[in-house]
């Protein structure tokens, strides 16, 4: 609650259990932290209608195609662009000279979970102000009947060693989803990671796993009532079993290259926050 308040959200109301448990009758706890002023948006409209602006701010896009790695050359950091197709059957030859090389006046790298890979192909940039990556998936399941959602509220448990824990999240046609779960995942190349060959597919078996954490707060969860949802990877800096490592931003106050910020570990909640880390960088590295 202190951490909230401090990062100025507004409301926060420290709430007996059986306060929250009449506000949301399923529900069990001990005691609840009311968050009143939380929402939720459509995340593909939201990238839509900042593709939208960007363009109309004279932004291009470039589909298709991925930066393999970069050098430095007369103080600027070169980026090394390949055509993706080309990349595609990488095992029967790796193309060596890239389709293009962009020399821009700021790099920023949010290449997400291939963010630390990437910045590891920059020559100049040395490896000491890399991290090491970790993969860890999260998997969601959803309610078989199509009912009322036993819930109004997005549900947290308290979290767990890599993750939030499986919570309740609703989307804006009022669906109700448990998850995400952490599985990590071990021994992703490089080219696998910037086409983004990772498997999204969801284990069914895992839902064996989701039925005793939702019961902690849910315990009228039906037997069978679970069927797969989707998944999602995190982009951790702390692997299993490690203390958990913040997010990095990092300009040349810290590795001393000018006209390069890296973005490392940009997970959850990375989205609601994609707005103040532009700024942060626009007001502070820009
Ligand atoms: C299961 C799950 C649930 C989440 N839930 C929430 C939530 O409720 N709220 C929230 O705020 N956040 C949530 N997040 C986190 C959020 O999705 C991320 O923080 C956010 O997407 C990070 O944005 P990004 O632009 O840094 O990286 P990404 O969204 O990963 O984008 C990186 C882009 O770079 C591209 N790329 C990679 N390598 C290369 C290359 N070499 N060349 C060119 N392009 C490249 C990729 O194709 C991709 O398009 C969740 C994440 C997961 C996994």
Request: glycine share 10%; with cysteine; hydrophobic share 40%.
């Amino acid at each position: 609650m202190d951490c909230g308040i401090q990062n100025g959200v507004a409301g926060l109301k420290m709430m007996d259990g059986s306060d929250a448990m009449r506000l949301e009758p399923e529900l069990q706890c001990i005691r609840a932290l009311l968050s009143p002023v939380s929402g939720i948006l459509d995340s593909h409209s939201l990238m839509l209608s900042l593709v939208g602006e960007a363009e109309d701010n004279g932004a291009t896009f470039s589909y298709n195609t991925t930066v393999m790695g970069g050098h430095i050359k007369e103080n600027r950091m070169c980026l090394e662009v390949f055509e993706t197709k080309c990349l595609e059957n990488w095992d029967s030859g790796f193309p060596s000279q890239p389709d293009m090389v962009l020399v821009p006046n700021l790099v920023v790298n949010s290449a997400g979970l291939s963010a630390p890979v990437l910045a590891r192909r920059f020559g100049g940039l040395h490896n000491s102000f890399i991290p090491p990556s970790y993969y860890a998936r999260g998997c969601y399941f959803t309610l078989s009947s199509t009912g009322i959602p036993p819930f109004k509220h997005l549900i947290y448990p308290i979290p767990e060693e890599g993750g939030l824990g499986v919570h309740v999240t609703l989307d804006l046609d009022g669906q109700l989803k448990f998850g995400p779960d952490v599985e990590w995942i071990n021994g992703v190349d490089d080219i696998s990671s910037f086409l983004d060959r990772f498997d999204y597919s969801v284990c069914t078996s895992r839902a064996e796993l989701f039925y005793p954490e939702i019961r902690k707060y849910y315990a009228n969860l039906k037997d069978g009532s679970l069927q797969p949802g989707y998944t999602g990877i995190r982009p951790k800096l702390s692997g299993p079993g490690q203390s958990p490592v913040d997010f990095i931003i990092q300009g040349k106050d810290i590795h001393g290259i000018a006209g390069l910020v890296n973005l490392f570990g940009i997970e959850s909640p990375g989205l609601t926050s994609s707005m103040a880390i532009a700024e942060y960088i626009a007001a502070r590295l820009l």
